[in-house]
């Protein structure tokens, strides 16, 4: 490589700097810029989303800086001058950065993430910060919806050999843990973030002794707590006699902790497995099963009772395989203008739902007193005072005719201030208390948004003031256009 792979900063879409080349030429790279990150459709049919890619964003952060090969680099590749690319060596990340915290709920349209501060630096942090949280939330997401199937019973990540290369397998685990799972098999993931690890072994070790009995004994002979994987030949006439038959032999030597069935109708074999166990006496012993399993084919299981103790789930989960992208996006809400004033931006769209909300806000969870249970989102503008009111009326921004008035409520900021003026001023939490917020952020939603089947919407609702703002707003884009027009 011709040069060293030393920073993230590059980690951009060009037009970003494109666009910091000409606001720097302009004279308006150092005005005050508010950006927010939004998404507009939750995945998965979800009634909710799980917050997650907090982390890597601080560090990413942390570190934004040009080296010396990413500016050698730019100046063997792009025409910008050398007092552009001297800018940008002294560039030091000034920005002030609010965000939900990894393990919170959000919703659709609504900011979770907001960057203020000089416009070149704002833009330029676009790609990389839409990158980690798009995909974290995802995953997060996705592995929330498989807890809320499965209960109580423990779940493991497997996804790493069907991830979308090696970051996204780091990332991804640790996205699923947050949402709830126990562990992962990346013994690497485990390293980096105390993640507990967990795990079986293949087809390939029966295979290489050819003979399921001979496999599970030589596994069992250097081995105390085993799992033996009982379907490389046949479940019920060889894998589970041979399991048990090896458990007999070891006796106390061993814990025979499960047997893991990865193949065929697993509503039927989990069953049979588990008679052809109880019947051997042991009736301690799990079933563990994996197969391209997701919230959908486990909530069937369930639903047919199958005998399954433990989840091994892989490609579902980390790829976010049925709904590979969240959408989130970034974009301008409010801009200092030539006198020093903030100005709100907006992007029109002939589809309601698309036209963008603008001003700097602040989203408030509002939560009942009385049985700690969330009542809605409601976005403000960031300057309004929510948390002291004793009532707040709520509506629907699209068909206002859907209100009410909650009294008796706790409203909680869900933007935190991450960075104030570049200078990081969050601590970031330890990964199981960030879980354990997930566990207990999903159970203050009301089951008819947590349901994964066609779940209530929950209400995401914008201030009176942030709506007649916003029409406001249209209507005088909307002028301008027609006297342009003219
Ligand atoms: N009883 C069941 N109800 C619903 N889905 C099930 C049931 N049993 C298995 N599944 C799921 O059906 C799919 C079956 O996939 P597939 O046909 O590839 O399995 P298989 O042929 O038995 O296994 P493999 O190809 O890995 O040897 C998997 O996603 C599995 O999780
Ligand atoms: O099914 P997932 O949710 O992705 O879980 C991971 C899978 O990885 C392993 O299979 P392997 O890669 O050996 O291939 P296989 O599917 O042919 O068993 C394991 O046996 C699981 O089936
Ligand atoms: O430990 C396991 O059983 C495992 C690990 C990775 C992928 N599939 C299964």
Redesign the pocket.
């Given at each position: 490589m011709k040069y060293a792979d030393d920073s993230l900063v590059l980690h951009t879409d060009f037009y970003e700097l494109n666009m910091m080349y000409t606001y720097w030429q302009q004279g308006i790279a150092e005005r005050n810029a508010v950006f927010e990150v939004y998404f507009r459709t939750l995945p998965f049919g979800s009634g909710f989303a799980v917050f997650a890619g907090l982390e890597h964003v601080v560090k990413y952060l942390q570190d934004l800086k040009f080296t010396d090969d990413d500016i050698a680099y730019l100046r063997e590749t792009t025409p910008y001058p050398e007092a552009f690319l001297t800018y940008l060596k002294d560039m030091a990340f000034t920005c002030t950065v609010r965000s939900a915290v990894e393990g919170d709920l959000v919703f659709n349209n609504e900011p979770i993430m907001q960057v203020e501060g000089p416009l070149a630096q704002a833009q330029l942090v676009e790609t990389a910060i839409l990158n980690m949280l798009n995909y974290q939330t995802l995953v997060a997401t996705k592995a929330a919806r498989i807890r809320a199937v499965v209960g109580d019973d423990p779940l493991m990540e497997f996804g790493t050999r069907r991830a979308q290369e090696t970051e996204a397998a780091i990332w991804g685990t640790r996205a699923a843990y947050i949402g709830g799972f126990n562990s992962t098999s990346n013994v690497r993931a485990g390293k980096l973030f105390g993640i507990p690890i967990s795990g079986t072994h293949a087809h390939a070790l029966v295979q290489a002794y050819r003979d399921d009995y001979q496999a599970f004994k030589a596994y069992a002979e250097v081995n105390h707590d085993v799992t033996f994987l009982v379907d490389t030949y046949d479940t019920l006439r060889s894998g589970v006699p041979a399991a048990i038959k090896v458990a007999r032999e070891m006796g106390d030597r061993i814990d025979f902790q499960a047997v893991r069935i990865?193949?065929?109708?697993?509503?039927?074999i989990s069953k049979r497995v588990r008679q052809q166990l109880d019947e051997a006496g042991f009736t301690d012993t799990k079933i563990v099963a994996s197969?391209?399993?997701d919230e959908n084919?486990i909530q069937?299981?369930k639903m047919?009772g199958?005998k399954i103790d433990v989840w091994g789930v892989g490609t579902k989960v980390i790829t976010a395989y049925d709904h590979p992208a969240l959408g989130a996006v970034y974009k301008l809400v409010s801009i200092e203008d030539e006198t020093g004033a903030m100005v709100d931006t907006i992007k029109l769209s002939s589809n309601a739902e698309k036209v963008s909300t603008p001003s700097k806000k602040q989203v408030w969870r509002i939560t009942r007193h009385s049985n700690g249970k969330s009542e809605g989102d409601y976005i403000a503008r960031a300057e309004e005072e929510v948390a002291g009111l004793d009532e707040l009326y709520m509506f629907h921004p699209s068909y206002p005719y859907i209100n009410k008035t909650v009294r008796d409520f706790d409203a909680r900021p869900v933007l935190r201030l991450i960075f104030d003026q570049g200078e990081q001023v969050y601590q970031l939490p330890n990964l199981s208390d960030i879980r354990e917020f997930c566990l207990r952020s999903v159970d203050s939603l009301w089951d008819e948004y947590t349901r994964v089947l066609n779940p209530q919407e929950y209400p995401v609702d914008l201030s009176q003031t942030l709506w007649d703002n916003k029409m406001d707003l249209i209507k005088h884009v909307k002028t301008k256009v027609a006297k342009q027009q003219l």
């Open positions: 990865d193949s065929g109708d697993m509503a039927y197969n391209d399993l084919t069937s299981l047919q199958a």
